[in-house]
């Protein structure tokens, strides 16, 4: 895959994966975790999988706390492609601070937001995915990689395709995204064959996203674009950015506006939300156990699940179906893998009770 001309690709780096725990927590989210098996981190592949495409040309944005961490997994790059936030506040701000950067730095740029734990397992479809949406964004639109949907999800959100572009074939007009379905929604998207996942993939050039940004939020844009010019603002300004995701500051008012388009995207994606959907990416069968983690020591009997062991301390599951079990040093997950989304509610009773040290 040839590299795509002046394309930039913003990572953000963010989120304690909460559904993930107690394999993924604040002080060591899942982008930081080999999840695959791969012996590379998701963060790791991300990079791996787009510079082919974009060459050095990157700028990580990630949490102060976990600064050095992404520097130390990403030796190849310059430390200073590595920016801190000083605190989260959610993707707009992240891959706008990147926007602002790139604006001054290279006229001619366009950019890519990837998150870093998401996995694609065919790099060649994403490389020439990327390279049409990079090539309809040089034309003003901001664009979005619309993921084929293999089920009726409820999990993530949807974008509705509209008309194809005549000018960018590959490419259609966005009238407007959408919010989680319900199952029986979801199965009419599926049904309807208009209707992709939304994985947060975007790619424009970014004084667009920031013009865009400027006619809902003005006054955000004007921050993050004083923040570039002086980057000594960052610690003072940052706690004021508002806390928004860029769907709902940009992308959804943007669509409305019909400056939105969608490249359809079969890919292999997976954004790894939780135990049932590691299960499914580690192709777990039923009547087996798939077992994550080197030096283990794991048994089952008439039992299927996955088992992530990161102790070394024998397991041993017997007639259970669909089970999930997390072992780490200082806390065990036993749960199914259908009740998988709920892991999220014990680290919220982990943080009431005051339990910050294992969250």
Same mark, same amino acid.
């Given at each position: 895959?040839?590299?795509? #001309?002046?394309?930039?690709?913003?990572?953000?780096?963010?989120?304690?994966?909460?559904?993930?725990?107690?394999?993924?927590?604040?002080? !060591?989210? &899942?982008?930081?975790?080999?999840?695959?098996?791969?012996?590379?981190?998701?963060?790791?592949?991300?990079?791996? +999988?787009?510079?082919?495409?974009?060459?050095?040309?990157?700028?990580?944005?990630?949490?102060?706390?976990?600064?050095?961490?992404?520097?130390?997994?990403?030796?190849?790059?310059?430390?200073?492609?590595?920016?801190?936030?000083?605190?989260?506040?959610?993707?707009?701000?992240?891959?706008?601070?990147?926007?602002?950067?790139?604006?001054?730095?290279?006229?001619?740029?366009?950019?890519?937001?990837?998150?870093?734990?998401?996995?694609?397992?065919?790099?060649?479809?994403?490389?020439?995915?990327?390279?049409?949406?990079?090539?309809?964004?040089?034309?003003?639109?901001?664009?979005?990689?619309?993921?084929?949907?293999?089920?009726?999800?409820?999990?993530?959100?949807?974008?509705?395709?509209?008309?194809?572009?005549? =000018?960018?074939?590959?490419?259609?007009?966005?009238?407007?995204?959408?919010? &989680?379905?319900?199952?029986?929604?979801?199965?009419?998207?599926?049904?309807?064959?208009?209707?992709?996942?939304?994985?947060?993939?975007?790619?424009?050039?970014?004084?667009?996203?920031?013009?865009?940004?400027?006619?809902?939020?003005?006054?955000?844009?004007?921050?993050?674009?004083?923040?570039?010019?002086?980057?000594?603002?960052?610690?003072?300004?940052?706690?004021?950015?508002? *806390?928004?995701?860029?769907?709902?500051?940009?992308?959804?008012?943007?669509?409305?506006?019909?400056?939105?388009?969608?490249?359809?995207?079969?890919?292999?994606?997976?954004?790894?939300?939780?135990?049932?959907?590691?299960? #499914?990416?580690?192709?777990?069968?039923?009547?087996?156990?798939?077992?994550?983690?080197?030096?283990?020591?794991?048994?089952?009997?008439? !039992?299927?699940?996955?088992?992530?062991?990161?102790?070394? +301390?024998?397991?041993?599951?017997?007639?259970?179906?669909?089970?999930?079990?997390?072992?780490?040093?200082?806390?065990?997950?036993?749960?199914?893998? =259908? +009740?998988?989304?709920?892991? *999220?509610?014990?680290?919220? +009773?982990?943080?009431?009770?005051?339990?910050?040290?294992?969250?």
């Amino acid at each position: 895959m040839p590299v795509i #001309h002046n394309l930039w690709a913003v990572i953000p780096a963010g989120g304690a994966g909460t559904r993930l725990w107690p394999l993924s927590r604040a002080a !060591s989210p &899942k982008f930081l975790h080999d999840l695959t098996g791969s012996g590379r981190s998701l963060l790791q592949e991300t990079v791996d +999988r787009l510079t082919p495409l974009v060459e050095d040309r990157f700028l990580v944005v990630t949490g102060t706390p976990h600064r050095a961490a992404v520097i130390a997994q990403l030796s190849a790059l310059d430390p200073t492609a590595v920016l801190a936030e000083p605190s989260p506040r959610d993707s707009m701000a992240a891959i706008g601070l990147g926007a602002a950067l790139l604006e001054r730095r290279d006229p001619d740029a366009v950019m890519g937001s990837f998150a870093a734990d998401h996995v694609v397992t065919d790099p060649d479809a994403f490389g020439e995915v990327v390279r049409i949406a990079a090539e309809v964004a040089r034309d003003n639109w901001l664009v979005t990689l619309g993921i084929e949907p293999t089920h009726p999800s409820t999990a993530f959100g949807y974008i509705r395709m509209g008309e194809p572009l005549a =000018e960018h074939p590959g490419a259609h007009a966005v009238p407007g995204f959408v919010e &989680k379905p319900s199952v029986d929604v979801a199965e009419q998207y599926l049904a309807a064959g208009t209707y992709r996942w939304n994985a947060g993939m975007f790619v424009v050039r970014p004084a667009v996203l920031l013009d865009l940004l400027a006619q809902w939020h003005p006054d955000f844009a004007d921050q993050l674009r004083q923040i570039a010019a002086d980057p000594s603002l960052l610690e003072d300004v940052w706690p004021t950015l508002p *806390k928004i995701a860029l769907d709902h500051a940009v992308a959804e008012p943007a669509a409305e506006a019909g400056r939105v388009a969608v490249v359809p995207a079969a890919m292999g994606w997976d954004d790894i939300g939780d135990f049932d959907s590691l299960s #499914h990416l580690l192709e777990a069968d039923l009547g087996h156990l798939t077992v994550l983690g080197e030096g283990s020591c794991v048994r089952g009997v008439d !039992s299927s699940g996955l088992v992530v062991a990161g102790t070394g +301390r024998v397991i041993s599951v017997v007639g259970l179906d669909d089970i999930v079990v997390v072992d780490t040093p200082d806390a065990l997950l036993v749960t199914s893998r =259908e +009740r998988a989304q709920d892991v *999220k509610q014990v680290v919220s +009773r982990l943080r009431a009770d005051g339990r910050a040290d294992l969250t």
